[in-house]
């Protein structure tokens, strides 16, 4: 059985950053895509980023790119690393796993095409 567990959400101010960790039970690491997406209240799910264990490629939504970064941290935990948080990135974010490949080109995998999902951190940005 494939279990994902997220944590590290919070309460930080504008400007600071969080670390999020998944972790990832039940399945190789190495074939997996592990994407990271986000919902705030009255949104849609948004894609944040997918990242590939077996290369260390990642994508990023626009909206985080060069702020956001995912790296393997070990064996079964995948890290999303966001700095210069802003007011918008208030979201309860998810981590979602699929044999899906490699990372694209360009652009992310949609919500429907993984397999896998956490519970959900809330992380929250304010002064």
């Known amino acids: 059985q494939v279990q994902l567990v997220e944590s590290g959400g919070g309460l930080v101010q504008p400007g600071n950053s969080l670390r999020l960790s998944c972790v990832v039970s039940?399945?190789?690491?190495?074939?997996?895509?592990v994407g990271w997406f986000r919902q705030a209240p009255g949104k849609e799910r948004e894609a944040v980023s997918c990242f590939a264990s077996s290369d260390g490629r990642a994508n990023y939504a626009d909206s985080v790119k060069g702020r956001f970064s995912s790296a393997r941290h070990n064996a079964t935990t995948v890290h999303l690393q966001m700095n210069s948080l802003k007011p918008e990135d208030t979201a309860v974010y998810y981590c979602?796993?699929?044999?899906?490949?490699?990372?694209?080109?360009?652009?992310?995998?949609?919500?429907?095409?993984?397999?896998?999902w956490g519970q959900g951190t809330q992380v929250t940005v304010s002064s």
């Open positions: 979602a796993a699929g044999v899906l490949g490699l990372v694209p080109d360009r652009g992310l995998y949609r919500w429907e095409q993984y397999e896998y």
């Open positions: 039940g399945f190789n690491l190495d074939y997996l895509i």
